[in-house]
């Protein structure tokens, strides 16, 4: 297996996303915004189509759309901030049916299919480095900026208090999450990168143990499922996609099922 260049790459690709999707996921979850995940996924698809349209990389189309998405969520939140899980609807809906519009025309229908359900066995060296890139980046900016971003995902009115600059914060924190979300899509496709997101944290979660430990848990937990995914998929003929995130659900519910402190 390891001696198929195709599946080196998908190897390396499934590693920096199993590392980047719970980096950004855990405070996510903390947060209570697991849909987030879901609505910019959908944007990163209408930037796909867009890209295809108008006949620029559909990745770096996606780039663009889903962190400009992730921008507007966080701009209308900071406003309405009651209203923040039907704003997330709003733009998700708003994403879809430009992607819906863009696709049923018959202008973005090439390859559209290898967003939807991913296609990490066709990673390009080209798409590893954009990963790779994209993981450094979120990995030192989550490093420099952690105990500000602790302190705004548990108490965003007590970072006020002491401070701390929760509105810049807050940006720099979506900035990233269209970042990650949008780079992992080609990879993941946007039917499952949700699932990376929120269920290795969900995992790691059931352990009880401090912030950190929990992360790290976590980008094992992503990692184990990954990997065992991509195994489980070449020795089966499925499609990784959907392997993957098969092993992420049989992970959570062992987590549920065996360990002691989740009962």
């Known amino acids: 297996m390891l001696a198929y260049p195709f599946m080196q790459n998908a190897l390396m690709a499934g590693a920096m996303i199993a590392v980047l999707c719970p980096i950004i996921g855990i405070f996510l979850v903390l947060r209570r915004y697991s849909m987030m995940g879901d609505t910019l996924a959908h944007s990163s698809l209408a930037g796909i189509a867009i890209g295809i349209v108008i006949g620029i990389s559909p990745t770096i189309a996606s780039v663009i759309f889903t962190t400009l998405a992730a921008l507007l969520v966080e701009f209308l939140r900071d406003r309405f901030k009651r209203y923040a899980e039907i704003l997330m609807s709003v733009v998700m809906t708003l994403s879809v049916g430009i992607a819906i519009?863009?696709?049923?025309?018959?202008?973005?229908?090439?390859?559209?299919?290898?967003?939807?359900?991913?296609?990490?066995?066709?990673?390009?060296?080209?798409?590893?480095?954009?990963?790779?890139?994209?993981?450094?980046?979120?990995?030192?900016?989550?490093?420099?900026?952690?105990?500000?971003?602790?302190?705004?995902?548990?108490?965003?009115?007590?970072?006020?208090?002491?401070?701390?600059?929760?509105?810049?914060?807050?940006?720099?924190?979506?900035?990233?999450?269209?970042?990650?979300?949008?780079?992992?899509?080609?990879?993941?496709?946007?039917?499952?990168?949700?699932?990376?997101?929120?269920?290795?944290?969900?995992?790691?979660?059931?352990?009880?143990?401090?912030?950190?430990?929990?992360?790290?848990?976590?980008?094992?937990?992503?990692?184990?499922?990954?990997?065992?995914?991509?195994?489980?998929?070449?020795?089966?003929?499925?499609?990784?996609?959907?392997?993957?995130?098969?092993?992420?659900?049989?992970?959570?519910?062992?987590?549920l099922l065996l360990n002691p402190s989740s009962k």
């Open 101 to 255: 519009i863009l696709v049923s025309s018959g202008q973005a229908n090439t390859n559209i299919n290898q967003y939807l359900f991913g296609s990490i066995l066709t990673v390009t060296r080209q798409d590893l480095l954009l990963v790779l890139g994209v993981t450094i980046v979120t990995a030192i900016a989550i490093l420099y900026y952690y105990n500000e971003l602790i302190y705004t995902t548990f108490d965003e009115d007590g970072a006020h208090i002491i401070n701390i600059r929760v509105k810049r914060i807050n940006y720099i924190f979506a900035l990233l999450m269209g970042l990650a979300i949008s780079v992992s899509i080609r990879i993941t496709g946007v039917l499952v990168i949700s699932s990376l997101i929120v269920l290795p944290v969900a995992s790691a979660m059931q352990f009880r143990k401090g912030f950190t430990k929990t992360l790290f848990i976590s980008i094992f937990i992503g990692l184990l499922d990954i990997m065992l995914g991509l195994v489980f998929s070449y020795v089966l003929d499925s499609a990784p996609g959907g392997t993957i995130a098969i092993m992420s659900v049989i992970t959570m519910l062992s987590s």
